[in-house]
């Protein structure tokens, strides 16, 4: 290790990304911890964060390989299994990462002695809020979301007194009350939408009031998992919920699922049937695209017809606002990084419960449960 500590933001390689790791104004705040930061030439281009931005606010801009010889890799996504191979044995990456799905890069971290932690695996408690990077990224999808459905409709959300009339507001249902949620609620209303939305965790009804929306009510039981994520539903459950649900997606013009359950496949909640319903020119617009679908047919990155509504499968929507996303998901880099960095020594304190349940891999071994028996079951 070098005697000062050294944290490296490389340039984001996943297709189409726009965001980046660390933002300038997010600089002066690891700097003061004692360490450098050194950061890839162009990094921010995408997110407006400029190389002059970054040299100005203290770091380093690298044209080369900046993670090498580094003490600390921020990222957005996951750095590739080959990337991670090549790191210095006892270097810490923190990203979102997805671990029981890429497991190929948790067993690169694994042999390169690497530690790593899982933006997605943050407990959901009180003092990590700060570092709750689903729920930032999550607040910039729902109020995007609630714009594409604004723009693709063919109508106006708000209620319009015109000379030629008297126009209707267009009619929005909300599915899924999370943060993604209760954003898109809160957008379509300031959009002048009427709103419906269901959750089937019971404690989301107030929330769903609070932003201004009607709940819709089904009589079903609640839901409520661990960490504030609904349960995993039966199929009879399931189809109830879809036959109840049906009649208010027909009277809707847009439509925007936003369930998810982190490292699960998203549960289906609109069949092909039910957005069969809508009438012409209707809009769908499924946040969970990438993780399976809430809308059957949806597809990932495009816009398909069923029916006669047209079906929006979102993909890496917190890339399309980057400046917004990367500053939030800036800070929440810095605030983890923060358990770690101290005083610029790398201090890696599992007795933190932060710590310890964001870690997948160390010092040669896979920490996190459900990864390791997903390669012991596979081996």
Known sequence: MADVTTVAVPTETRPGERRVALVPESVGRLTALGVDVRVQAGAGVAANALDQAYRDAGASVVDGDVMAGADVVLSVNSLEADAVRALDR?????????PVQSLDKVKAAQEAGVTWLSMELVPRISRAQSMDALSSQALVAGYRCALVAAERLPKFFPMLMTAAGTVKPAKVVVLGAGVAGLQAIATAKRLGAVVQAYDVRAAAADEIRSMGAKFIDLDLDSLEGAGGYAREMTEE??????DLLT???AAADAVIT??????????????RQMVETMGPGSVVIDLAAESGGNVEGSVAGEEVMVGQ??????LNVPSQMPVAASRLYAANLVAISQLFLKESVVTMDFEDEILDGACVTHDGEVRFAPAREAMEGGS
């Open 258 to 271: 936003t369930a998810a359950v982190p490292g699960r496949r998203a549960p289906l909640l609109l069949t």
């Open 309 to 314: 509504a047209s079906v929006w499968g979102a």
């Open 90 to 98: 006892g270097t810490i990456v923190v990203s979102f990462l997805a």
């Open 247 to 249: 009649p208010y997606i």
């Open 237 to 242: 459950r399931s189809q109830r919920q879809r």
